[in-house]
DNA sequence: CTGTGATCGTGACGGGCCGTCATCAGGGCC
DNA sequence: GGCCCTGATGACGGCCCGTCACGATCACAG
């Protein structure tokens, strides 16, 4: 009765989805990245340990290191892949905006909500006051950088705002944006709105006032 | 014909000295705080370890934990060692000055050239890239960040300057001096009093701006 | 369907660094 | 000079690391 001979088991719609060792690969990789953030997350960073993350998966120790060097390749991993996610967010917030100010708005509100869920995804349970290390410049992360300073530069020239140190400038902003954030997530309720007017003002007024090269 | 019976050698300005004991204790700790510092300086942070740092002083592996508990803690020591010694310079900027603006200029110059000066003499040689840690919060720092939070409070209200959330704007102003402190290092050549000019003007412009809570 | 080669998953292994501890030299004190 | 006690010493066990030879499983050709 059974039309299994005429008609092979297939998933009909992912006829031409990569074979099982493909599967499998993406699989584990993000398997260990999961764990990882877990692990980070519940034990604090400097205790973790790489068979902390690989025992959590069920894969052999040996299977951690064809994916990744060292927990510390893990951790930029995680850090590249939350700057992959914000870097399309800030781009739209580049696109759309029409003037300085609508921009750096739009850009630190973007930011601030996106920490705000990182922040509770990650569900950080610092072991006593160890201090979270900030990510490292992996690629991904200096690319929203390099970003930043673009949108910046494009948006100034825009406004014919007066030329200043345009290095100095974004490390400022990124800076004041850190910072306060980091404050932010610190206080109950998390009041984004609040921070990012608070970012956003102490910006906006601190420019006019910059020296010209 | 000797008189040393008669008269037994002493130092005789330190007679009240300490005894062998405690000059070796302070002698070995101090050994061991600036062999770490050179330690730190040639392989990184990372990959510097307890061995390689008592090995430069002669003195035995066990011999380390009679002082510290990890090269975690001597590099805390080391970043207390700074604090310690750039609180009294940021306090006499906060007692001398008269209105806003001059503590600010007179307290970032100040860390300007604290930060040049500790940076040359760490004679740092980044391992192809490696970030060197933030220093965490010791007690120390967190002593002169609690002091920059106080004599932000003091002057401004001497300068009757509108009230604002005080938490966010000393850590906007420490982000500041940072992160344009960091990028002034990386200039040559190295311009403390044009970073400190921007930094500077930047939250100067930026203070009226801010919202009243 | 079967044979073959390539691709990983596996966990045991050697090595390095860690922090401890029994031992002992020598400074403090009577 | 003799006794006590602090602190230097380096050998030791333990933990974690990164590697590697082995074997299972997949891809693919015939």
Redesign the pocket.
């Known amino acids: 009765m059974s039309n299994i001979a005429f008609f092979p088991v297939r998933e009909p719609s992912e006829d031409n989805r990569?074979?099982?060792?493909?599967r499998?690969?993406v699989a584990?990789r993000q398997a260990i990245l999961d764990a990882a953030r877990e692990v980070f997350g519940e034990l604090g960073y400097e205790a973790s340990?790489?068979?902390d993350i690989i025992r959590r998966t069920?894969?052999?120790?040996?299977?951690?290191?064809?994916?990744y060097?060292?927990?510390e390749e893990v951790f930029d991993a995680l850090a590249d892949d939350g700057a992959r996610r914000f870097r399309p967010i800030l781009r739209a917030e580049s696109e759309r905006a029409v003037d300085f100010e609508g921009f750096l708005r739009g850009a630190i509100r973007a930011y601030f909500h996106f920490l705000r869920e990182e922040h509770e995804s990650w569900r950080i349970n610092r072991p006593a006051g160890e201090v979270f290390p900030h990510a490292r410049p992996t690629p991904e992360i200096q690319a929203v950088f390099d970003e930043v300073h673009a949108a910046l530069a494009k948006v100034l020239e825009h406004d014919h705002a007066p030329a200043v140190d345009l290095d100095y400038f974004a490390a400022a902003c990124i800076a004041v944006a850190r910072e306060v954030g980091d404050k932010m997530l610190e206080r109950r309720p998390i009041d984004t709105e609040g921070a990012a007017d608070f970012a956003v003002r102490m910006i906006l007024g601190g420019l006019p006032a910059l020296p010209r090269p």
Do not use: D, I
């Not at 990569?18 to 493909?22: A, D, L, V």
């Not at 069920?58 to 994916?67: C, Q």
């Open positions: 990569p074979g099982k060792r493909e499998t690969k584990n340990t790489v068979r069920g894969l052999a120790s040996g299977t951690f290191y064809n994916y060097k060292s927990k």
